[in-house]
């Protein structure tokens, strides 16, 4: 079984420039999560999608961050315009309703 | 919302000894709680998790332990290993089945002296 998968790995932009990130989850995965990792920190929850509506946006910044998962599937995060403090490793995780969460290997973002 | 801490941010034990980390939690409807494992550069793993119906499990070298009453949790580690060494981050959810977003504590740094 292929597990999350994210892309890019790597990313870097200047300051004000768009960036987006994409995830596929596991298959069958109804639950799909994005969280953002500081370094040295925990990864904080951004958003919580259920199939494909968003059940927990409330830490998302919705002012610069967007993010969308159309037929419930894939998912892309995206931010606009990105400030230097995005930098962080952005991850994504799916589960199955009540199970353990799996998480991708994450794309950290470099805003110059 | 949830808060949960975390100690100690770095622990150096030698090899074949005990590890412990222990976190708190704040919000007395948390009742799902998994550890995870993040060597550098990849991806959290889960590696135990506990319900808060149950006050201990244990897999192989591993244990979790819970007390509800005083709102923390702690990771039990054996027998250490050189690939024990990585950072491992205690979470807590509030819906009890992993379902819903995890909050995180701040990691603990673990080092295994050989």
């Known amino acids: 079984e292929a597990g999350v998968v994210q892309s890019p790995r790597y990313k870097i932009i200047e300051k004000k420039q768009p960036v987006a990130f994409w995830c596929n989850p596991i298959s069958g995965h109804n639950t799909l999560y994005w969280y953002l990792q500081n370094l040295g920190q925990g990864p904080e929850l951004l958003i919580r999608?259920?199939?494909?509506?968003?059940?927990?946006d409330s830490q998302l910044p919705k002012d610069r961050f967007s993010a969308e998962r159309l037929k419930g599937v894939d998912s892309t995060l995206k931010i606009q315009p990105a400030e230097l403090g995005d930098s962080a490793v952005y991850l994504c995780?799916?589960?199955?309703?009540?199970?353990?969460?799996?998480f991708g290997p994450g794309t950290r973002l470099t805003v110059l | 919302g949830e808060n949960v801490e975390q100690h100690p941010s770095t622990l150096s034990v030698q090899e074949g000894d005990s590890a412990v980390i222990k976190c708190t939690y704040s919000d007395s409807a948390s009742n799902y709680f998994p550890w995870y494992k993040q060597e550098l550069g990849k991806r959290p793993q889960l590696i135990i998790d506990?319900?808060?119906?149950?006050g201990e499990k244990k897999d192989q070298r591993i244990a979790v332990t819970l007390n509800k009453t005083a709102k923390h949790f702690s990771l039990h580690i054996t027998e250490t290993q050189p690939e024990d060494s990585a950072v491992y981050f205690c979470?807590?959810?509030?819906?009890?089945?992993?379902?819903?977003?995890?909050?995180f504590g701040k990691g603990t740094h673990l080092i295994i002296q050989p």
């Open positions: 979470a807590a959810s509030l819906s009890g089945g992993g379902a819903d977003g995890l909050t």
């Open positions: 506990i319900r808060s119906n149950v």
């Open positions: 995780a799916s589960s199955l309703t009540t199970n353990e969460q799996f």
């Open positions: 999608y259920e199939n494909e509506e968003a059940v927990d």
